[in-house]
């Protein structure tokens, strides 16, 4: 039973953990021209993706993922 005095632990701030096997395990770095850049997130806007969903479907394509 909770002692009278003992307050409730606050939540931590943020996003919940998302469920098992749909976290994301690994994080590339990739430079890029401003170019290039500029085309990646034009396409991915065009395709109601962000750049991340885009970029990640095109190298899962190309792996046969």
Not at 8 to 13: A, D, E, R, T
Not at 19 to 31: D, E, I, S, T
């Amino acid at each position: 039973m909770p002692k009278p005095n003992q307050q409730k632990k606050p939540s931590k701030p943020g996003r919940p953990p998302l469920p098992k096997g749909n976290a994301k395990a690994g994080f590339l770095r990739v430079r890029v021209t401003s170019g290039e850049l500029q085309a990646i997130e034009k396409v991915a806007k065009a395709n109601g993706q962000t750049m991340s969903e885009f970029i990640r479907g095109k190298l899962l394509a190309t792996f046969g993922g």
